[in-house]
């Protein structure tokens, strides 16, 4: 089946750095990103949704230049969280529509941990 | 927000017994999909029911929805220790383009 990686799985940063997570589609092509947060135990809340080669759309709330999310490519987007603070601290989930089909793929996460 | 809300939030059981996880949501649908998520990790698709199906089977997995009370119910069979995980339901907003998750039943499955 297609595969998403992100990377990196697991991160400790120091307040006020930046940090940034990579979600990338291994074997297909994605027109579509999606970046979603997950607190500990409860569902996923979609963040952003990412198109190649324009700026991405951002959830009521979500702070855009906080969370900035570039979609450079047919496989890879980042989100570069800036001045990180320990509020910032979450599980970071990207999944990938793959173009040919339309199915969604879900990358393992990212842990950001802020001290 | 939560298209869906999700009962039992979690749900503890013997091996063997069955596990039933109820799904409600808000806005009309052209299906509602169910995912797995095991502690720490990424989401899995299990199944996915379009809005003309009542019933759907996949293995131990039945899967139900009811379009006139907008709920879905996932059904395990059987269970394992190994289907200890989160499961989601979802569905698809925002004009067809945002996956929207529920609330997460947590399942327990005890030897």
């Known amino acids: 089946g297609a595969v998403v990686s992100q990377h990196p799985s697991w991160v400790i940063c120091k307040s006020g750095t930046s940090v940034k997570i990579e979600c990338r589609s291994l074997?297909?092509?994605?027109?579509?990103m999606f970046w979603y947060r997950q607190f500990p135990k409860q569902s996923l809340m979609l963040m952003a949704t990412s198109n190649e080669g324009s700026k991405a759309t951002y959830e009521q709330g979500v702070e855009k230049d906080k969370f900035l999310i570039n979609h450079a490519s047919l496989t890879l987007s980042t989100l570069t969280v800036t001045s990180a603070h320990p509020e910032d601290s979450s599980f970071y989930i990207c999944?990938?529509?793959?173009?040919?089909?339309?199915?969604?793929?879900f990358g393992e996460g990212s842990r950001l941990t802020v001290l | 927000s939560q298209q869906g809300e999700e009962d039992p939030q979690a749900l503890s059981i013997q091996e063997g017994e069955n596990a039933t996880m109820n799904c409600s949501y808000k806005?009309?649908?052209?299906?509602l999909q169910w995912y797995r998520q095991n502690s720490g990790r990424g989401l899995v698709h299990l199944i996915l029911i379009r809005s003309n199906e009542r019933e759907k089977h996949s293995g131990r997995l039945r899967v139900t929805l009811d379009t006139s009370k907008k709920s879905s119910s996932l059904l395990i069979t059987a269970s394992r220790a190994a289907d200890t995980a989160s499961y989601f339901c979802?569905?698809?907003?925002?004009?067809?383009?945002?996956?929207?998750f529920g609330t997460g039943t947590q399942l327990k499955v005890e030897l």
């Open positions: 979802a569905t698809i907003t925002g004009g067809g383009n945002k996956l929207t």
């Open positions: 074997d297909f092509q994605a027109t579509t």
């Open positions: 999944s990938a529509r793959w173009a040919d089909t339309g199915e969604l793929f």
């Open positions: 806005t009309s649908i052209n299906n």
